[in-house]
């Protein structure tokens, strides 16, 4: 059974189930007492069950860099998968207690009911754990060992683990790679402060930059920038123009 409940597909199916049949043994929304205990865990698991698949396919729809924090882009899914669902939702209410029929007037109402659902579904189930995976392998010579796994450990794998550059967005970081970039909860100065010293170098209060990765130093009247290994353009700020003249970056021409 531990080995069974280990595999993914059957871990979250065992968690919609086991939602399903909180929400119908607690009866939310006017379920209790209209619906008999039978249809009214048959409804809410069905529920769950058609309420994940279709934040699935939200989750599809919606590009990540188009709202790349975490939170909000749950949020997002959750509130465009509530859409059609409230149609779904006063079908399946209607056929499980005939004759109650939603009226246009009330599909507003029912519309944030369904959201509510949506909400605690898509926080519940597709939320990432908060404890981080185990980092990948560090193969030899690989200088992406030296970053703090807490930074390395949370990247799509698809980005790979060649650092380029970090960028300070808020209370985010925005991780460059050789392929892509993506989001992290962390402040720059942490990652800063954990990353092995002659990796890199603060070039900017915004940005940090991997020695390896430059591969050229623009300079006009009014600005310095740092061309990297992926075309990124990192501003130098005059806080750190010293440092980057003096050749602390390695590789700088």
Do not use: C
């Amino acid at each position: 059974m531990r080995q069974l409940l280990a595999r993914p597909l059957v871990r979250r199916a065992a968690l919609v189930l086991g939602m399903g049949v909180l929400l119908g043994f607690a009866g939310p929304f006017g379920s209790y007492p209209p619906l008999s205990a039978p249809v009214r865990y048959a409804f809410w698991i069905a529920m769950v069950f058609v309420g994940y698949a279709a934040a699935l396919a939200a989750e599809k729809l919606i590009p990540e860099a188009f709202i790349p924090r975490p939170e909000l882009r749950l949020g997002a899914v959750a509130i465009a998968s509530a859409m059609p669902l409230t149609f779904v939702a006063a079908w399946a209410v209607s056929f499980v207690r005939p004759g109650h029929v939603y009226q246009p007037l009330q599909l507003p109402a029912l519309f944030g009911a369904v959201a509510v659902v949506q909400l605690a579904i898509v926080f519940t189930l597709m939320r990432k754990s908060s404890a981080p995976p185990q980092p990948p392998p560090v193969r030899s010579g690989d200088k992406s060992g030296s970053f703090p796994p807490a930074l390395r450990s949370r990247l799509p794998n698809r980005l790979g683990h060649e650092i380029v550059a970090l960028e300070a967005e808020d209370h985010y970081l925005r991780v460059h790679t050789t392929v892509g970039s993506d989001l992290v909860l962390m402040r720059l100065s942490d990652a800063i402060a954990a990353i092995e010293p002659d990796l890199g170098l603060q070039v900017h209060r915004s940005w940090w930059v991997a020695h390896d990765a430059v591969r050229e130093t623009i300079r006009s009247e009014q600005r310095t920038q740092l061309k990297l290994s992926n075309g990124l353009l990192v501003p130098v700020g005059r806080t750190y123009s010293a440092a980057v003249r003096s050749r602390a970056v390695r590789g700088l021409p």
